[in-house]
């Protein structure tokens, strides 16, 4: 089974700022990974997938990258709106797998 | 526009069953893989269950695999996770999630608002 780490599980930040999540798989999926985004009693909401694609309404200061193993989610200049819990999932083959989650707080 | 609606969550006691259901709507059904998704309270996702458009593919996490049954009804637009020998550590928030359009788009595009399902005595 493939595990899925996500780095760091909590991080503050303030408006404006450039921040950067990190997610490692322990094997190779190639591009097979997605990025969502939970805010407290809501459905996650898919942001970033096959690594790099933004999803259909997803403001631009969100992006991604990474190959591999290696996988970074950057959000450009935070807004208040992007203060939430942020998850990468792996579907690269089942069982699917989720990182732990990295909640973005306000500093 | 994509829908799901999950119901049957609710109190059941530990070694007891439930199912659940999600009724879709806006999409082809029957194209479409179908995952369940939970989140114990306070906790991250993961993923439990997945089955294919036809019904004759079902997937399951190591931590359900015996015990949980995914399955579909394409006439109702329906997926359903039938829940048994529940234990406290399936309390969560389960999800209904449909994945993304084309052959190699498995990530979880649409997803429902959950119902919870809680095992205690």
């Known amino acids: 089974d493939i595990q899925m780490t996500q780095s760091p599980s909590t991080l503050s930040a303030s408006v404006g700022d450039r921040v950067t999540i990190t997610c490692r798989a322990s094997q190779s999926i190639t591009t097979w990974l997605a990025w969502y985004q939970q805010k407290p009693g809501k459905a996650p909401n898919l942001l970033i997938y096959?690594?790099?694609s933004l999803e259909s309404g997803v403001p631009s200061r969100f992006s991604g990258s990474g190959s591999g193993t290696d996988f970074t989610l950057t959000i450009s200049s935070l807004q208040p709106d992007d203060f939430a819990t942020y998850y990468c999932?792996?579907?690269?083959?089942?069982?699917?797998?989720f990182g732990q989650g990295t909640k973005l707080e306000i500093k | 526009e994509v829908q799901l609606v999950e119901s049957g969550g609710g109190l059941v006691q530990p070694g007891g069953s439930l199912r659940l259901s999600c009724a879709a709507s806006g999409f082809t059904f029957s194209s479409y893989v179908m995952n369940w998704v939970r989140q114990a309270p306070g906790k991250g996702l993961e993923w439990v269950s997945a089955?294919?458009?036809?019904?004759?593919?079902?997937y399951y996490a190591d931590s359900v695999k015996g015990r949980f049954t995914i399955s579909r009804d394409n006439s109702k637009n329906t997926v359903y996770l039938q829940m048994n020998s529940l234990r406290a550590e399936d309390t969560a928030v389960y999800y209904c999630?449909?994945?993304?359009?084309?052959?190699?788009?498995?990530?979880?595009?649409?997803w429902g608002q959950g119902t919870l399902v809680t095992a205690s005595s």
């Open positions: 999630a449909k994945r993304g359009s084309g052959s190699l788009s498995s990530y979880f595009q649409h």
């Open positions: 999932q792996q579907y690269n083959s089942y069982p699917y797998s």
């Open positions: 096959k690594a790099s």
């Open positions: 089955i294919t458009g036809s019904g004759d593919g079902t």
